[in-house]
């Protein structure tokens, strides 16, 4: 009994984070997203996703979503398998790695869209060797090399975390009982890491397709993700309500993703803990 009490007493703080930075902030979502201006109850700010512009834009941030995720995966993976059967200097590989995410999100955008603009540093080094330069900016491509930039980690570490878990003796024995390196990454290793991919997955999609700064930043005005219309409505155009309804629009894509996440890793072994 002394045991639960004290439990409940050290959870106390977090309950009172959880009610004031997630339950009233989803409410006040749900509330504006389901009441027009004049408070009366109306489904009009969700069925606006329907509109040629609000789909598109969603559309778009689901393709580009899903590139840069599979980018991530195929960037990752083999990455991943060289950190978990590194034999020395693993830490000091995985910290150099991670290093970058203790940079500002936003500074590390802003750096891609100095290196990437016309006049910027990667074609001053082109123009300067005689090459053409690129003109990446401002458009779809550097979207999701922001993308893949910023959340390559994340599919990374999941998956690395589910190499190591792999015994070495389960791989010996394919390998004495007759299989070459290509069956036994077929047959042992890649269904053995799913847990960690479809972790992965899920850490890399659900921030690719709610990102509204990448967008801004490295797309320019041209290019418009679900992200970049949300935050207008909220900022600019002052609609909390439209604002809100399409938040609920992009939470039930994300709430799929997890169900996804939670059918494949049931036991949460692609978990990074």
Not at 33 to 48: E, F, Q, V
Not at 158 to 169: E, F, G, Q, R, V
Not at 215 to 222: E, R
């Amino acid at each position: 009994m002394k045991n639960k009490k004290r439990a409940r007493i050290l959870a106390g703080p977090y309950l009172v984070w959880a009610v004031a930075f997630i339950i009233i902030p989803l409410a006040m979502i749900f509330t504006y997203g389901l009441t027009s201006r004049d408070g009366g109850y109306t489904l009009a700010n969700i069925a606006s996703i329907a509109t040629p512009e609000h789909s598109k834009a969603l559309w778009l941030s689901v393709r580009l979503s899903i590139i840069a995720t599979v980018i991530c995966l195929l960037l990752g993976y083999p990455l991943a398998y060289i950190l978990a059967h590194m034999k020395s200097s693993k830490g000091m590989i995985i910290f150099i790695f991670i290093l970058p995410m203790w940079m500002n999100f936003l500074l590390r955008t802003l750096a891609w869209q100095t290196l990437l603009e016309k006049t910027g540093v990667i074609n001053t080094v082109l123009s300067a060797i005689g090459l053409p330069t690129l003109a990446i900016i401002n458009t779809s491509k550097a979207i999701v090399l922001g993308m893949v930039y910023n959340f390559l980690p994340f599919m990374v570490l999941p998956l690395y975390n589910s190499l190591t878990k792999i015994d070495d003796n389960v791989i010996n024995a394919a390998h004495d009982l007759g299989a070459n390196g290509f069956q036994t990454f077929i047959k042992i290793i890649l269904p053995l890491t799913v847990p960690g991919i479809i972790s992965g997955i899920t850490m890399v999609f659900v921030p690719a397709l709610t990102t509204f700064v990448i967008s801004k930043l490295l797309g320019g005005s041209k290019i418009l993700l679900i992200g970049n219309v949300i935050e207008e409505q909220f900022t600019q155009a002052s609609n909390w309500h439209l604002g809100s309804g399409l938040s609920i629009v992009l939470m039930i894509f994300i709430l799929f993703n997890m169900l996804l996440s939670a059918i494949f890793d049931k036991d949460g072994e692609g978990n990074v803990i």
